[in-house]
């Protein structure tokens, strides 16, 4: 048996394998796919002490750093339960079974998406998820947020410090974010706010986004809207679903843990997007992979 298994391959997954394989224990990783949601990005310009890199360049970096240790590196397969006895067992898509003294559960998130036409062509060209890390690549431009949630307001709020003009587009009637948000961001004067708005579809030239349709739902005229930018803040999902009878999760899905990233079972720790830090980003995954590797140690060195 492992003593650490990891279940995920992104930065959080990386992160942990590392440390724990630095310890001189045996360490594993099982990932679906390796890099996780770095893959899918484009300019990362976030990451502290490299000023601008690439998703797929740093997850052949990470890949790379991983491989430096003695891990058991074991791809394209994804786990499908975990179970506790004397040793935690995790059992794969394809029925196969890995069992190790602890496991580290680094499953990240991916983004709800709007799944209307233009959405996956102009994604990182134009159609963007993080205000965090691609706001900056649309200063003086003006951009569309989609959802009227607390994301979406914190969203519209952060961006119009950059951008020259925010939309946001709610499809209900009214904003589900919190008074306060609302309020900060109807005093903003580069902020527009709009109710009943279905995105129907994003519009580029080919290149890039340069526009989004959307239908006003209470009489039901298609309008253009004329962007640079569209930010999808619809909801984060954690890859947890198959979680659900095992652990204590929050009502959205994420995985709770205390401070050393130890779960509601012992032994099973989780780091990154998947669980219920506030916010989803590389650098914080990676700190949090690392101190789910220190707490796993920890919790081993104690058995
Ligand atoms: P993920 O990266 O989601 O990795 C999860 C891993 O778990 C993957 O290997 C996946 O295959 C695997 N997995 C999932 N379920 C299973 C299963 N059942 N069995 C086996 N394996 C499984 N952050 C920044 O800091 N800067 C940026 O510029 C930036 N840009 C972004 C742009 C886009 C388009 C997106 C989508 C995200 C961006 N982020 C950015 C956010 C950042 O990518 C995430 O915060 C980070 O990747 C989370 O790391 P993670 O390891 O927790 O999860």
Redesign the pocket.
């Known amino acids: 048996p492992f003593d650490v298994l990891v279940?995920?391959?992104?930065?959080?997954?990386a992160a942990a394998a590392i440390y724990a394989a630095r310890k001189g224990i045996r360490t594993g990783i099982?990932?679906?796919?390796?890099?996780?949601?770095?893959l899918?990005?484009m300019?990362?310009?976030?990451?502290i002490s490299v000023s601008a890199t690439e998703g797929p360049k740093l997850v052949a970096n990470l890949e790379q750093h991983v491989l430096d240790y003695d891990v058991d590196l074991i791809t394209t397969?994804?786990?499908?339960k975990l179970e506790k006895h004397d040793l935690i067992e995790v059992t794969l898509d394809n029925g196969g079974q890995l069992k190790s003294k602890a496991v580290i559960l680094?499953?990240?998130?991916?983004?709800r998406e709007m799944n209307v036409p233009g959405e996956q062509l102009y994604?990182?060209k134009g159609v963007?998820?993080?205000p965090?890390?691609?706001g900056p690549l649309f200063k003086g431009k003006r951009v569309a947020v989609i959802g009227g949630g607390n994301s979406g307001i914190e969203a519209a709020i952060d961006l119009a410090g950059i951008v020259e003009h925010v939309t946001v587009l709610e499809f209900s009637d009214t904003l589900r974010a919190d008074a306060v948000l609302i309020k900060k961001a109807q005093s903003l004067a580069n902020v527009t706010i709009m109710t009943q708005a279905m995105t129907t579809e994003v519009i580029g030239d080919g290149q890039r986004v340069i526009g989004l349709n959307y239908k006003n739902r209470t009489n039901g005229d298609a309008h253009l809207l004329d962007v640079a930018g569209i930010f999808v803040q619809i909801g984060l999902v954690p890859?947890s679903e198959?979680l659900r009878d095992t652990l204590e999760l929050t009502e959205r899905g994420e995985i709770v843990t205390d401070a050393h990233g130890q779960t509601s079972l012992a032994g099973v720790f989780a780091?990154?997007?998947?669980t219920h830090s506030p916010y989803?980003?590389?650098?914080?995954?990676m700190g949090s992979?690392a101190s789910a590797a220190l707490g796993a140690f920890d919790y081993l060195i104690r058995q």
Do not use: L, M
């Open positions: 279940v995920g391959g992104g930065p959080a997954g099982v990932a679906d796919r390796f890099g996780g949601q770095v899918d990005t300019a990362i310009e976030n990451f397969q994804r786990v499908a680094a499953t990240g998130a991916r983004w994604r990182g963007a998820y993080c965090h890390c691609d890859n198959w780091a990154g997007d998947v989803k980003q590389i650098i914080i995954s992979g």
